[in-house]
């Protein structure tokens, strides 16, 4: 049984950094890889960052790559996404999810949390 509670969201300006924070519960965290999708309204969920369970691979959306970065810690069991340099394209409800394979390859998560929103204003 994982539960995820996302943290940090919130209005901020174009350009300013945003720190979201994952917190998970369960022994099991550091054998699952653990992403961040968002939502926007009107459009379907969609993928944003991918860790893998000890934390040496990384995957990113390319509308993120060079951005965001995807972090973990498996002793705090946290996982973490720094977005730089955000825009308004960012404003979406964002999620962590965990899966329960150490790197996802086929895009199903097992757990999700209830999400954080995130709103950047130009």
């Known amino acids: 049984q994982v539960q995820l509670v996302e943290s940090g969201g919130g209005l901020v300006q174009a350009g300013d950094s945003l720190r979201l924070s994952c917190a998970a519960s369960?022994?099991?965290?550091?054998?699952?890889?653990m992403g961040w999708f968002r939502q926007a309204p009107g459009k379907e969920r969609e993928f944003v960052a991918q860790i893998s369970s000890g934390g040496g691979r990384k995957d990113y959306a390319d509308s993120v790559k060079g951005r965001f970065t995807i972090s973990r810690d498996n002793v705090k069991r946290t996982v973490n996404l720094k977005m730089r340099f955000p825009n308004p394209e960012d404003t979406a409800v964002y999620y962590c999810?965990?899966?329960?394979?150490?790197?996802?390859?086929?895009?199903?998560?097992?757990?999700w949390g209830q999400g954080t929103q995130v709103t950047v204003s130009s």
């Open positions: 369960g022994r099991a965290f550091s054998s699952y890889a």
């Open positions: 999810a965990a899966s329960a394979r150490a790197w996802e390859v086929k895009g199903k998560y097992d757990y």
